[in-house]
T-cell receptor, first 112, second 111 residues
């Protein structure tokens, strides 16, 4: 079935370090791919998305490119800030319906 | 502003009690979902509803019940049959166009 696998956490980085959180997917068709962010004690917010192969989603300095050949959607940011500390979820949705599949989340802590 | 409102933010349940978590949306979406999140864990689907007056069990429905009498509302009842209810509960609603919105969540603790 359709699923998402993302990098285990927790991840701890110093401020201004480079961030990569890996995400790979399994899908029978052509999904849309998402990264959601969850700040402590809050719900999930959409960070970025890509709806077809080779699309790049970007927002707040974060980027992810939809790679069909490697079935991946890795999240990157060139210089993280303390305020980026949160849990990041990779997700996919098949374009035919309302079903969403979430990864287990990766906790990021950025230290000054 | 359109969105999803969950209440209460914090709720305490005594052993053997049923409690109900509220979820209201003014987005005019047909579908609504309930997820459970345990500390350090991902999301697990409890129940979902694709349209008013209809709902389906998710992966961990045992010990929970829902109703969908109105399009805007999808309350979740945590029954006494749920043996380990302490968790963070998230209500969500997909747009039908590959986006899903979440409420702010409700913390339930058994005392």
């Amino acid at each position: 079935g359709d699923s998402v696998t993302q990098m285990e956490g927790p991840v701890t980085l110093s401020e201004e370090a480079f961030l990569t959180i890996n995400c790979t997917y399994t899908a029978t068709g052509y999904p849309s791919l998402f990264w959601y962010v969850q700040y402590p004690g809050e719900g999930l917010q959409l960070l970025l998305k890509a709806t077809k192969a080779d699309d790049k989603g970007s927002n707040k300095g974060f980027e992810a490119t939809y790679r069909k050949e490697t079935t991946s959607f890795h999240l990157e940011k060139g210089s993280v800030q303390v305020s980026d500390s949160a849990v990041y979820f990779c997700a996919l949705s098949m374009n035919t319906g309302n079903q969403f599949y979430f990864g287990t989340g990766t906790s990021l802590t950025v230290i000054p | 502003d359109g969105g999803i409102t969950q209440s209460p933010k914090y709720l305490f349940r005594k052993e053997g009690q049923n409690v109900t978590l509220s979820c209201e949306q003014n987005l005019n979406h047909d579908a609504m979902y309930w997820y459970r999140q345990d500390p350090g864990q991902g999301l697990r689907l409890i129940y979902y509803s694709q349209i008013v007056n209809d709902f389906q069990k998710g992966d961990i429905a045992e010990g929970y019940s829902v109703s969908r009498e109105k399009k805007e509302s999808f309350p979740l009842t945590v029954t006494s049959a749920q043996k380990n209810p302490t968790a963070f509960y998230l209500c969500a609603s997909p747009t039908g166009r590959n986006t899903i919105y979440f409420g702010e969540g409700s913390w339930l603790t058994v005392v």
